[in-house]
């Protein structure tokens, strides 16, 4: 299994939602800082064109005041004509469509589709409207979730071309070349995008990307206003949330908190995610006196969920977060691995392959795979992966992938080596000073010797539990109950 | 002297050789601008019947803004009325066919009066397009012949480095069948000569049929590009308007997220661009599924190369694979196309 506590999480990232939620967000909103205003001349004819339909109402009149309203941001004459228009009918299909739309009748909405019908109408789009820099961007999107990579990578270019300094286009191009793990690329744009003006949001990513590749940083100082107003605290949330991490590294924990206070005042929703990972893994103290919507971000109410062990609600957001996030790894990852850790091998199955048909490289799924398919029993669909796994460099990648050797091993009725596997994962989990990850690998060795029945179970899972009681990581108190739940039967005999 | 202003009490008169026969409450029928009063006329000699607008200077003081003297408003009111009079008997010299032109004009005051009326008068219509638009079952051939009308008025007009800047339904005014003419010259502008109300490069008439970039407050240095492309973009707005009855502009914010609408965004034009262009593609691929699959194509490039959101690629797309010697802005080939598919849609019906 693998280590949910990422550390690639401690990082800003941006997410990449379909253009038509992210336009939901606040995250693209440019506030006028200026009242729009109207000429007399429009307000003029528009007074004039409503006594006009009062005393002759027709449809016409109703789709240019209608229009009007639109323009001029009045909703209540859009929406008081789309009403007439919708009720009247008599004109084109394109305007009740329009007055349709206005009303919220749902018709209009766009059907989901399937992400090959996706790519297919995006192609034919971008074959009339090549200039579509958003369309270009929705097809890299729908070719990452089928795992083209190299499709994906030039559609985003040609949006970053066509639109080098949009913050929607700008943050889903970076957030690709991370996720294909094109540093340089993802440095490139990000940085030319930031060159010729300043725009929080892209300044924050800039910084992440430049953290991740281990690029100079540049001054932070510069970029933080002293004097800001609530409103503006949004803006500049995942500024403060990076300056904070990054005084976190650097071990001025007090100024850390200093900025975190202040980008958990308006915070972005993505400044909401890395909040929980703060909390949960590097400023445990800080929880009680911090107020934040968590449930604004999947990825930390899966967290929240996951701790407070409501493995349901956490399993049915960690799928509502794959569909959120379908190119990235991690929600099948952690969804996966809480179904797995909870009894629930099978669906970690079925979470794990959904994660590989768009990443069908990420070894780390995987492992995760290999993981579920032997705890559900089925050793001939481990063995077709098995191979995968490998011993390279001594990361914490290769301890998990050493454990899951391990528990093939016990499977394959090898338990000398299975055990030697084990032991070592476990050894060094401790040299690394991971006393979670080395609990969770002492009790899912002793589950494996459980399960294998050998003379010493009694013994390991006893020691085991001991060991592990008391410890708070939810993967330790599921894995103890897996555990206790198999040797109860087994003791009363 | 009575309350209420010499403007508004004209009915009955007779000013020169014309009979005023009729107040007319302000509609969208005429074309008497805020601070004038219209009338029903008739010729006593010849018995013809015109549109008076008159000038209602009182009402004007009402509303007069702060900081500004009656003297100057009054002055630019008097500016304002002889650059228009001016315009139209240059149209009427350049005898340009397709714009409504004055047929008189002078100034009214009764020795009791203090203040004048100056006058202008005008042909009088069937009715502007969007009267007659909902009145009639209209074909394709009288939307066609309505387009080549329009179009030919405003290229009269930027012939003479006049432009328009009001584009809009009800300034284009139907006479007899389907003859169709640009009216209202009250935002119109000169190259070589500025209008007195242009002293702000952002202005324009009715922001509801506006070129999209001027909501954003962007105006392009260039005259051709700022002037001529926003006459362009509201004349695409029109030939749209006659297809789907909405304005371009209207469909086009529609498509547009709230986030981005000209009364939220704060950003600049520069910055909106990719979601306007996105706004852009999708509502002339709905205003394509609109039009006669027999002139579609046609016609669809006309709306897209009007309307384009970016001023300075609206027009003919010079450069781009297409080589004319007309300029960018011209309208010369659009009237041309418009008159071909007229007569090829003419002959597909028969």
């Not at chain 1, 006028?32 to 449809?59: C, L, W, Y």
């Not at chain 1, 900025?259 to 972005?268: H, T, V």
């Not at chain 2, 009427?92 to 009326?117: F, L, Q, W």
């Amino acid at each position: 299994m693998n280590n949910l506590q990422e550390d690639s999480r401690k990082h800003v990232i941006p997410k990449w939602l379909e253009y038509r939620k992210a336009v939901g967000t606040r995250e693209l909103v440019v506030p006028r800082k200026i009242h729009f205003e109207i000429n007399a001349a429009t307000k003029e004819s528009i007074k004039t064109d409503i006594e006009e339909f009062k005393e002759n109402p027709t449809s016409e009149m109703a789709c240019r005041l209608m229009g009007a309203g639109i323009i001029i941001g009045d909703n209540q004459l859009s929406h008081n004509m789309a009403a007439f228009i919708a009720d009247r009918g008599g004109v084109d299909t394109l305007s009740i469509k329009l007055a349709d739309k206005i009303l919220n009748v749902a018709h209009n909405a766009e059907p989901v589709s399937e992400v090959d019908v996706r790519i297919s109408k995006l192609r034919k789009w971008l074959l009339e409207y090549h200039r579509s820099a958003i369309g270009w961007i929705e097809l890299s999107r729908a070719f990452t979730i089928k795992g083209q990579k190299e499709k994906a990578k030039r559609a985003a270019m040609i949006a970053l071309q066509l639109a080098p300094h949009d913050r929607y286009i700008v943050r889903c191009g970076v957030r690709l070349f991370l996720h294909l793990n094109d540093f340089d690329r993802a440095f490139y744009y990000v940085n030319k995008a930031s060159k010729d003006h300043f725009d929080p949001w892209i300044k924050a990513t800039e910084i992440n990307v430049a953290i991740i590749s281990e690029r100079k940083l540049p001054d932070m100082k510069k970029f933080l206003p002293r004097n800001i107003s609530h409103n503006e605290l949004f803006d500049f949330s995942e500024l403060f949330e990076s300056s904070g991490s990054l005084e976190l590294d650097a071990g001025n924990d007090k100024k850390a908190r200093k900025q975190f206070r202040l980008a958990w005042e308006n915070p972005s929703d993505n400044v909401i995610t890395h909040a929980e990972w703060v909390l949960r893994n590097r400023l445990p103290g800080m929880r009680e006196s911090t107020v934040l919507k968590f449930d604004r971000s999947l990825e930390a109410t899966t967290w929240i969920k996951y701790y407070e062990l409501k493995i349901d609600e956490a399993m049915s957001t960690a799928r509502e977060w794959e569909l959120e996030e379908p190119y990235s790894t991690y929600p099948f990852n952690v969804g996966s691995c809480i179904a797995s850790n909870a009894g629930r091998p099978e669906l970690g199955v079925d979470i794990a392959k959904r994660g590989l048909l768009i990443n069908p490289d990420d070894v780390g799924l995987y492992n995760n795979l290999c993981y579920a398919l032997l705890r559900a029993g089925d050793v001939p669909g481990a063995s077709k992966h098995i191979s995968r796994l490998k011993i390279k460099d001594g990361t914490d990648r290769d301890i998990f992938h050493q454990a899951t050797l391990g528990l093939y091993a016990f499977r394959k009725n090898n338990v000398d080596e299975g055990r030697q596997f084990y032991l070592e994962a476990i050894t060094r989990f401790k040299q690394k000073g991971k006393p979670d990850l080395q609990a969770s690998a002492l009790l899912n060795y002793a589950l494996a010797e459980v399960e294998a029945r050998t003379p010493e179970y009694p013994e390991i899972a006893n020691r085991s539990l001991k060991v592990t009681e008391g410890l708070k990581d939810p993967n330790v108190i599921l894995l103890r109950k897996q555990l206790q739940d198999k040797l109860n039967p087994l003791q009363q005999i | 002297m009575s309350d209420i202003p010499l403007a508004s009490r004209l009915e009955g008169l007779t000013i020169e050789n014309w009979k005023v026969v009729k107040k007319r409450i302000k509609t969208i029928d005429d074309q008497s601008g805020a601070f004038s009063s219209g009338y029903e006329v008739q010729n006593i000699k010849d018995g013809r019947f015109g549109f008076m607008k008159a000038m209602n200077y009182d009402y004007a003081f009402k509303v007069l803004k702060p900081g500004k003297t009656s003297t100057d408003f009054m002055q630019e009111l008097t500016e304002n009325y002889n650059y228009e009079k001016e315009l139209l008997e240059l149209c009427k010299e350049k005898r340009m066919s397709r714009i409504v032109t004055a047929i008189g004009h002078g100034e009214y005051r009764p020795p009791s009066e203090i203040i004048p009326v100056p006058y202008l008068i005008f042909e009088i219509a069937d009715g502007n397009l969007q009267k007659v638009k909902s009145k009639k079952d209209l074909t394709l051939a009288w939307k066609l012949g309505v387009i080549h009308g329009f179009l030919v008025g405003l290229s009269q007009l930027h012939r003479q480095r006049i432009v328009h800047q009001d584009v809009k339904p009800s300034n284009v005014l139907i006479f007899g069948h389907n003859v169709s003419k640009l009216s209202d010259l009250g935002n119109a502008t000169r190259y070589d000569k500025k209008s007195p109300m242009w002293h702000r490069d952002c202005h324009c008439g009715d922001l509801s049929y506006a070129p999209i970039e001027l909501l954003y407050s962007y105006y392009s240095p260039n005259w051709d590009t700022r002037r001529l492309g926003a006459d362009l973009f509201m004349a695409g707005g029109i030939i749209t308007y006659l297809i789907t009855d909405s304005d371009f502009l209207s469909l086009l914010s529609s498509n547009l997220p709230d986030i981005y609408k000209p009364h939220s965004f704060g950003g600049t034009f520069e910055d909106v661009k990719p979601h306007i262009m996105q706004a852009y593609y999708k509502t002339i691929d709905e205003i394509k599924e609109r039009i006669d699959i027999s002139i579609r194509k046609e016609l669809i490039e006309i709306i897209s190369q009007l309307t384009h959101p970016i001023p300075e690629e609206r027009g003919l797309p010079i450069g781009k694979g297409f080589y004319t010697s007309l300029p960018q802005y011209s309208l010369n080939r659009y009237i041309s196309i418009i008159d071909r598919l007229s007569k090829k849609y003419e002959m597909t019906k028969t």
